[in-house]
């Protein structure tokens, strides 16, 4: 079983940063992907980032070139820097990742709530 524990959300200006971080605690063996998916009231939770252990990153179209995945596998962390928000970025943002045990098991946090205001 792994725990996931995001921090980092709030409230923030249109144009201002926020970076998220999440912290994977529990059986951590064999962690491969970790990332960020999003849910803004009313709609289906999207991608947002991934990062794979080697480093390998993935973005949505939406926040290309905007956000920063990054990751720290001694300390089982991922973070998401994220510049230039958008009212539109509001959502809660839940941390991910895939673990690989015979099988593959997906795991995800409890969500930080990220407002941007206009």
């Known amino acids: 079983q792994v725990q996931l524990v995001e921090s980092g959300g709030g409230l923030v200006q249109a144009g201002g940063s926020l970076r998220l971080s999440c912290a994977a605690s529990?059986?951590?063996?064999?962690?491969?992907?970790m990332g960020w998916y999003r849910q803004a009231p009313g709609k289906q939770r999207e991608l947002v980032a991934t990062?794979?252990?080697?480093?390998?990153?993935n973005y949505s179209d939406s926040v290309k070139g905007r956000f920063t995945i990054s990751r720290d596998n001694a300390k089982n962390t991922v973070y998401l820097q994220m510049n230039s928000l958008k009212p539109e970025d509001t959502a809660v943002y839940y941390c991910y990742t895939r673990q690989f045990l015979g099988n593959w098991y997906d795991y995800w946090g409890q969500g930080t709530q990220v407002t941007v205001s206009s």
């Open positions: 990062i794979t252990r080697g480093g390998s990153t």
């Open positions: 529990g059986i951590i063996f064999n962690i491969n992907t």
